[in-house]
């Protein structure tokens, strides 16, 4: 017989497949773990199919930023003074355009009539003949469709015939001379009054007056 081990003394114990598996595991895991510390260091280039992380943004250069946009600001000023012509340059026109239609409307001879009372004062020196045989009043602005217009009344005195021309002018608020129209009457009888318009073609703006000048029966 063999004789008993000594008690409390055991035999170291084989190791099998099994345990030489997990020892093979676990040093699998231990490898697999220090790559991805050392993929993850910042210090090292990241992998292909990685994220990138971007680098902190700087700020953009001032002196480059104005040489950009100082070009378009200054063509944004162009174009605002050009507008603010082209306004006024409109607003005038449709001025000149509504007085036309107020004259037209009322009466078709009126520019031929005025036209012949421009050259009948051509030649007058003062203030001609006829300033006691003339009057103006001016005209509210809603009855004559936006513009400036005074009623021009003549009235023949004489025993005779005649025909009439006056010239007016509107002044600003300095009473510079801005405008000057011509208002004229034919073929006036004695003792009979006729009434024409002195209409404005200036833009509303400055605000002006009219004066008669000169008034000249012939």
Same mark, same amino acid.
């Given at each position: ?62 002196s480059a930023f104005s040489e950009k946009t100082a070009s378009p600001l200054k063509s944004q000023a162009s ?39 421009? @050259? ?8 001609? @003949? ?52 011509y208002v004229g009457t034919e073929n006036l009888e004695p003792g009979k009054r006729a009434q024409r318009y ?21």
């Open positions: 017989m063999n004789p008993m081990p000594p008690r409390g003394k055991r035999s170291p114990a084989r190791r099998g497949p099994a345990a030489c598996g997990v020892l093979t595991l676990a040093a699998t895991v231990t490898a697999a773990a220090a790559l991805v510390s050392c993929g993850t260091d910042s210090d090292a280039p990241s992998s292909e199919g990685s994220r990138t992380v971007s680098e902190r943004p700087t700020a953009p250069d001032s174009e605002a003074a050009e507008s603010a012509r082209a306004s006024a340059s409109e607003a005038q026109a449709s001025a000149s355009e509504r007085a036309d239609e107020f004259e037209a409307s009322v009466s078709a001879d009126t520019e031929r009539a005025n036209q012949a009372a421009e @050259n009948a004062l051509k030649d007058v020196d003062g203030k001609g @003949n006829a300033m006691s045989d003339v009057s103006m009043t001016g005209r509210p602005r809603s009855e004559t469709g936006g513009v400036l217009a005074s009623v021009v009344t003549f009235t023949n005195r004489t025993d005779k015939t005649a025909d009439f021309a006056v010239r007016v002018d509107f002044l600003d608020s300095s009473g510079k001379t801005v405008e000057t129209r002195a209409i404005s073609h200036a833009p509303p703006e400055p605000k002006l007056s009219a004066k008669l000048v000169k008034a000249q029966r012939y």
